[in-house]
């Protein structure tokens, strides 16, 4: 642990330190008296501590129910079109940028939900989780997944869109295409979409030499590897899978005063795994659907319109 813990409070940092326990929250909690109280953090901020993207050069990629790529920056840099947000970050005087898309696990679950009984009720019986099985089965096509792909705005979409109207679309069903097929797309859709976000955030200039993963679709090394691929850099995975738990804990720390600044407690605590590294022709054969990915968008975005009016 850092030096900092024999600090009195009077000396620690206020931007963290919040005040103590009181005598009759102690009473009613059971906390013991005088315990230091720590200013925390929202949810994809603590996270960011969790996974260390707490210095310039450093982001994550969520795949929950949501998709979220947050980076740091060490000045705020703002998106004129409102594609991507920019917030104060839980570190004192910087910056973060995230972008949100609203339906990446979320298009997977969608999938199992209502395509994948089968799968639900054989991993039942292996006690193993139905993602296991659905991603064995999507890892036996090919990138493009034979020419079929997923756009994920199952809820409209908000980053890099801003279009409540978008909607779900398979492009390019045909007879030959199989539920593997369609698993495939869908994760390849899920991947294109925060390629998409990521995109904004180089063109702000917003820079970074790896990429952290966290979130359901993170703990997928096949998904991990899409991302690495579509990125074109380096992801990892923390150690410690409770990311936005252990950011939290880092608060507390830093603000209790065992550690002398958030970066420097996440270089003490934070262990990696191996990284992922992107594949030459892997990426190279993503790319001309990506291209086309982007594209469908713009082809059928006055059509999401007429829809929604109907």
């Not at 064995?136 to 096509?141: G, I, L, P, R």
């Not at 690495?228 to 603000?255: F, H, K, M, R, W």
């Not at 086309?292 to 059509?303: P, T």
Request: proline share 5%; hydrophobic share 40%.
């Amino acid at each position: 642990m850092g030096g900092a813990g024999s600090k009195p409070l009077a000396e620690r940092s206020l931007y963290h330190f919040a005040g103590s326990v009181t005598p009759e929250a102690a009473a009613l909690t059971g906390l013991a008296e005088g315990t230091p109280v720590v200013g925390g953090a929202g949810d994809n901020a603590a996270a960011a501590i969790g996974t260390g993207v707490v210095e310039t050069g450093r982001a994550f990629t969520t795949i929950g129910t949501s998709g979220v790529i947050f980076a740091h920056a060490d000045e705020a840099r703002i998106d004129p079109k409102g594609r991507v947000h920019t917030f104060c970050a839980a570190v004192p005087g910087a910056w973060t940028v995230m972008s949100c898309t609203l339906s990446a696990g979320g298009s997977l679950q969608w999938c199992r939900n209502n395509f994948c009984q089968a799968e639900m009720q054989v991993a039942e019986s292996m006690g193993v989780d139905p993602y296991e099985l659905m991603t064995e089965e999507a890892k036996q096509v090919p990138i493009g997944a034979d020419r079929l792909l997923f756009l994920p705005y199952l809820m409209g979409e908000r980053s890099p869109l801003l279009d409540a109207d978008a909607r779900g679309v398979f492009f390019g069903l045909s007879g030959i295409h199989t539920k593997r097929d369609m698993l495939r797309a869908v994760m390849e859709g899920v991947v294109y979409s925060q390629r998409d976000c990521l995109d904004v955030l180089r063109e702000m200039g917003v820079s970074f030499t790896e990429m952290l993963a966290t979130g359901g679709g993170g703990r997928s090394p096949f998904w991990r590897q899409m991302l690495a691929d579509n990125y074109d850099c380096p992801v990892v995975t923390v150690q410690n899978s409770e990311g936005l738990a252990l950011g939290v804990a880092i608060l507390a720390g830093v603000g209790a005063g065992v550690y002398e600044s958030i970066p420097v407690a996440c270089r003490e605590i934070l262990k990696f795994h191996e990284a992922q590294k992107p594949s030459e022709e892997s990426k190279g054969a993503y790319a001309p659907y990506y291209a086309l990915y982007q594209e469908l968008y713009r082809s059928v975005k006055a059509q999401f319109q007429t829809l929604a009016s109907l």
